[in-house]
């Protein structure tokens, strides 16, 4: 089955491999908030567990001049800035909102993926994506919010609930919603477990607030009970996770890692993710290579 990039953000009926252009229909980046560049600086500073002696000490300045800076008695310069957002890790969006509160322009761009200036990154994902079939893959947003497909990723969705389909599809409420995936997870507890810790550890990097409300909401659906929850061995955080799914071919097992961009220099790219599942036993191998040529 060969692969094309839709033009339309739809992202049914399913009959082509991929749709890059769901990205098309996302706002960029709401104003930056009107608070002071020292309360942005604080907040960022406490939440990676920072003194002021120790940012001071990163950011070769005195404890004094960063007291100021905190306190709004002294302007940071734009390379001041930067230098304490590079020190304390904070991702791209939020750097531009800390520039923006110091009185600068913003520096690093956020447009949607059909840019033609990101040509080269489309590029990339699709090669990606068409080159893992006749296996799962697919690229998400920050939020979770599925931006393209391969071929695979539809064979596995036959039963989930049309409404959760709509885009703007997420991969998370997709996975754990009661009328999604769920019930159909053979290892749904190690699974879910899995979901959460990922996204504990982007809310713990990037404090956005669309994440926490994500979270807040997956946490709220019921616990489904299958009878047949398993544990898989295998799991190795941050790098690969086990999953295993009923579906009309059977019970497939799947091993799932997650690959970014690197040093991206654009908003959008930091925050797009690839997730690729691989066949876990040869006899899921051969299922997707049989559901691949139907």
């Known amino acids: 089955m060969t692969s094309q990039v839709m033009a339309a953000p739809a ?3 399913y009959h082509c491999a991929m749709d890059l252009a769901v990205a098309a229909s996302a706002p960029l980046s709401p104003p930056a908030s009107l608070r002071p560049f020292g309360d942005h600086l604080r907040s960022w500073r406490l939440r990676r567990r920072m003194s002021q002696l120790d940012l001071a000490g990163e950011a070769d300045i005195s404890t004094r001049h960063l007291s100021f800076v905190e306190t709004g008695r002294s302007a940071p310069s734009r390379e001041m800035v930067l230098r304490l957002a590079e020190r304390l890790e904070v ?3 939020e750097r531009n909102a800390l520039l923006v509160a110091a009185g600068y322009a913003p520096m690093y761009r956020e447009r949607p993926l059909d840019d033609p200036a990101l040509a080269a990154a489309r590029q990339a994902v ?3 994506l068409r080159g893992h079939e006749p296996y799962p893959a697919l ?7 599925l931006l393209a497909h391969n071929a695979a990723v539809p064979l596995l969705l036959a039963g989930v609930a049309a ?3 709509q885009p703007p599809v997420n991969v998370l409420r997709l996975s754990l919603h009661p009328q999604g995936l769920a019930s159909r997870i053979v290892n749904l507890a190690q699974w879910r477990q899995h979901l959460f810790e990922r996204l504990h550890q982007q809310i713990a990097v990037t404090a956005d607030a669309g994440l926490q409300a994500l979270e807040r909401e997956l946490r709220g659906y019921p616990a489904l009970v299958t009878g047949e929850d398993e544990h898989i061995d295998g799991e190795v955080l941050g ?3 086990p999953l295993r799914l009923r579906t009309e071919a ?3 097992s799947f091993i799932s890692t997650t690959t970014v961009f690197g040093s991206p220099v654009d908003v959008t790219l ?3 993710a690839l997730e690729t599942f691989f066949p876990a036993d040869p006899e899921t191998a051969a299922a997707l290579r049989r559901m691949s040529s139907t």
């Open 11 to 13: 992202l049914r009926p």
């Open 91 to 93: 991702p791209l969006r």
């Open 126 to 128: 699709q090669l990606i």
């Open 139 to 145: 690229a998400v947003d920050r939020h979770w919010n």
């Open 163 to 165: 409404q959760l389909l």
């Open 239 to 241: 790098i690969a996770a």
């Open 250 to 252: 059977g019970v497939l």
């Open 270 to 272: 930091q925050e797009l």
